[in-house]
């Protein structure tokens, strides 16, 4: 089955700069690819996503790139704001079948 | 909010009994998903629903079991409960185009489960 590595499990930027969080996937056939952001007390919600006939994705201060040789992808959150602070979650989807990385704590520092 | 409700937020309970946690999907939504979310853990997918059937089946334990009914609500019966099972348990929905799933799941807020 897929398997999905997340880093970093923790990351503190000062607000207004920037964070990436990097996944690596195992299963050249994953075809889609998620992240979400879990605010405390809430469930998972869906920020972006890109599928694997695009090399980019950017939706005002996040984007998502992908690298289909590498097996990895990438989310950047620019100009960072204190309500950006969350868990954030990649997943790769197999046979529509997501598989989550193991989170990153984002704290953004006043 | 996500449109899924689940049911009850928060459960404590002792080892050895069993409980069940319930789910209601977005209206219109075909197919739940159970995820485990254990202290540090990522989501770990347990099983999945289309329109009442078993469609995907992941790390689930023999002691849990799930089902969807006529009306597109799911429960998720855990039994002889034991004190790594203490986690968070989320339901979510997806929009399906045909059987297709499009890739977005919608999450609710969670049942927290304490064994004791």
């Known amino acids: 089955g897929e398997n999905v590595e997340q880093h970093p499990s923790t990351l503190s930027v000062q607000e207004g700069d920037s964070a990436v969080i990097k996944c690596t996937y195992s299963?050249?056939?994953?075809?889609?690819f998620p992240w979400y952001k879990q605010e405390l007390g809430k469930g998972p919600q869906l920020i972006i996503d890109?599928?694997?006939?695009?090399g980019e994705k950017k939706d005002q201060r996040i984007a998502v790139t992908l690298n289909k040789t590498a097996k990895h992808f990438s989310l950047h959150i620019t100009e960072t704001q204190p309500e950006d602070s969350a868990v954030y979650f990649c997943?790769?989807?197999?046979?529509?079948?997501?598989?989550f990385g193991t989170g990153t704590r984002l704290t953004i520092i006043p | 909010d996500s449109g899924v409700t689940q049911t009850p937020k928060h459960l404590i309970t002792a080892t050895g009994q069993r409980v069940t946690l319930r789910c209601s999907p977005r209206?219109?939504?075909?197919?739940v998903y159970w995820y485990q979310q254990s202290l540090d853990q990522g989501l770990q997918f347990l099983i999945q629903?289309?329109?009442?059937?078993?469609?995907a089946k992941g790390n689930i334990l023999e002691r849990f079991s799930a089902q969807q009914f006529p009306d597109l609500h799911s429960e998720l019966n855990l039994s002889s409960l034991e004190l790594g099972d203490s986690a968070l348990y989320f339901c979510?929905?997806?929009?399906?185009?045909?059987?297709?799933?499009?890739?977005?799941?919608?999450f609710g807020e969670g049942s927290r489960l304490t064994v004791l």
């Open positions: 979510a929905s997806s929009v399906e185009v045909g059987r297709v799933n499009t890739g977005e799941l919608f």
């Open positions: 299963d050249s056939a994953s075809n889609y």
């Open positions: 890109i599928r694997s006939n695009v």
């Open positions: 997943a790769a989807s197999l046979n529509e079948k997501l598989t």
């Open positions: 209206s219109g939504d075909l197919s």
């Open positions: 629903y289309y329109n009442g059937e078993e469609r």
